[in-house]
């Protein structure tokens, strides 16, 4: 239950007096703002509810001023932005769970493993076709076509296998990148399949 309006005010003009009044302005109109949200918005969340009254306690707190008695009563005043704190807080957590993804496609296994998409673009390593190519490799890019041809996907085993493991990590990932996509290239073109 709110106290008499006089006594709300009186409260707030004692805070805009003396900021160090913040603390007894707050214990004074939370319960009663506390208990008008939940009123409102039966439905909502009692986290919810404590959320935008205490947000707007804050508000009032940071800028006192910014409450001008002849528009209205304070404990209007305070409903007014716990409302649309509260409406804020149920916007903010539609738009999350709208945006989550259904942990049943993240649970599902991919047919072709985590290489979806990939099968139509890399050429048959054993092709005839590319034995030419593979036969023109330098020492690095044939180690590279070897790891590739394994299946191996870490950084660091290329990176290893081009003798340059002593670099910083992103130049060793610029230059694994740069020759894979060199290999993969000349491979493309000799099996017909340039993109």
Known sequence: MWPPDDDLLAAWRRLVADPDTGGAFAEFVLSPLLAEVARYAPAADPGDHLSAAGDAVLA??????????????????????????????????????????????????????????????????????????????????????????????????????????DRPTGEQAAEVKRVKERVFKRLQRAAGREA
């Open 60 to 165: 009032v707190l940071r800028d006192p001023g910014g409450y001008d008695p002849s528009q209205s009563p304070l404990r209007s005043y305070l409903r007014l932005i716990a409302g649309r704190k509260l409406i804020n807080h149920r916007e903010r957590d539609r738009k999350h769970r709208d945006n989550r993804i259904p942990l049943a496609a993240v649970e599902d296994d991919l047919p072709d493993g985590n290489r979806q998409g990939e099968g139509d673009d890399l050429p048959d390593f054993d092709s005839p076709a590319l034995r030419p190519v593979v036969d023109s490799l330098s020492a690095d890019e044939r180690r590279v076509f070897d790891l590739m041809r394994a299946g191996e996907r870490a950084t660091a085993a290329f990176a290893h296998a081009l003798g340059i493991a």
